[in-house]
């Protein structure tokens, strides 16, 4: 059984910055793709951004420009910094581990408000 467990979310104001981590408990860490998915309220779960085990990227239209996913494979912790934060950035975030079975965080919320 692997474990994510996120944190960094909080309350930020419009064109704030955020910085949320996902750390996993498994020793193979580096071998896995992993992501970034939100649910904003009333709405469904979202893919924001993906990152291979090889370091390759990818992003939601929504937010490329402005969040940078990233991972370090000696500390097991994937990262996603968010930039120019819009209250349309506000949502539930989940990290994901793409493995032999589908693993999810437990998810840490975002808003974005004045």
């Known amino acids: 059984q692997v474990q994510l467990v996120e944190s960094g979310g909080g309350l930020v104001q419009p064109g704030g910055s955020l910085r949320l981590s996902c750390a996993a408990s498994?020793?193979?860490?580096?071998?896995?793709?992993m992501g970034w998915y939100r649910q904003p309220p009333g709405k469904e779960r979202e893919l924001v951004a993906t990152?291979?085990?090889?370091?390759?990227?990818n992003y939601a239209d929504s937010v490329k420009g402005r969040f940078t996913i990233s991972r370090d494979n000696d500390k097991n912790t994937v990262y996603l910094q968010m930039n120019s934060l819009t209250p349309e950035d506000t949502a539930v975030y989940y990290c994901?581990?793409?493995?032999?079975?589908?693993?999810w965080g437990q998810g840490t919320q975002v808003t974005v408000s004045s």
């Open positions: 990152i291979s085990s090889g370091g390759n990227t």
């Open positions: 498994t020793n193979i860490f580096r071998i896995y793709p």
């Open positions: 994901h581990l793409d493995g032999p079975l589908d693993y």
